[in-house]
């Protein structure tokens, strides 16, 4: 697997995390801020745990995450659980 652009802010690198989407220059993971999102973590308390990313970060993670599924490039996984 080759390093792949995927945005200005984010790039999934073999050498980095295992290839999983990092934004740029960090080992921060897209994931992790997703989930803080989801979480109800605002962007704020994203930008204090996180101190390399800004507000174009959080919302690059935002758009490849609504780009993914636009797109129809969705992974189920099974063992996800929505909070009800």
């Known amino acids: 697997m080759k390093r792949?652009?995927?945005n200005k802010y984010?790039?999934?690198?073999?050498?980095?995390?295992?290839?999983?989407p990092t934004f740029v220059?960090?080992?921060?993971m897209v994931w992790q801020v997703l989930?803080?999102?989801?979480?109800?973590e605002s962007s704020k308390q994203i930008?204090?745990?996180?101190?390399?990313?800004?507000?174009?970060?959080?919302?690059?993670?935002?758009?490849y995450a609504s780009s993914i599924t636009r797109e129809g490039?969705?992974?189920?996984n099974p063992k996800i659980q929505v909070p009800a």
């Open 73 to 76: 490039y969705v992974v189920i």
């Open 4 to 6: 792949i652009e995927i």
């Open 47 to 63: 930008m204090e745990a996180f101190s390399s990313l800004t507000e174009r970060h959080i919302k690059a993670a935002l758009d």
């Open 35 to 40: 989930e803080m999102l989801s979480a109800g």
């Open 10 to 20: 984010i790039v999934a690198d073999p050498q980095v995390c295992h290839g999983k």
């Open 25 to 28: 220059g960090t080992r921060v």
